[in-house]
């Protein structure tokens, strides 16, 4: 684990991460807007790639 994000190092190469097909410019527009955001990316493994 990254301690200075809180990330989680994990291997997420083959299969498919669910994003809620958010895009990047929505999420800087959020953190602009309301100064932080807590974003989370979900990989499952019944959705290989």
Sequence with gaps: MDN???TLD?????YKV???DVT???ITEWKNR????HEVE???T???M
Excluded: F, H, S, V
Aim: no cysteine; net charge negative; hydrophobic share 35%.
């Design 4 to 6: 200075a994000n809180n």
């Design 10 to 14: 994990i291997n997420t190469e083959n």
């Design 18 to 20: 669910i994003d809620g």
């Design 24 to 26: 990047e410019a929505q």
């Design 34 to 37: 309301n100064g932080r955001i």
């Design 42 to 44: 979900i990989a499952d």
């Design 46 to 48: 019944i959705y290989k």
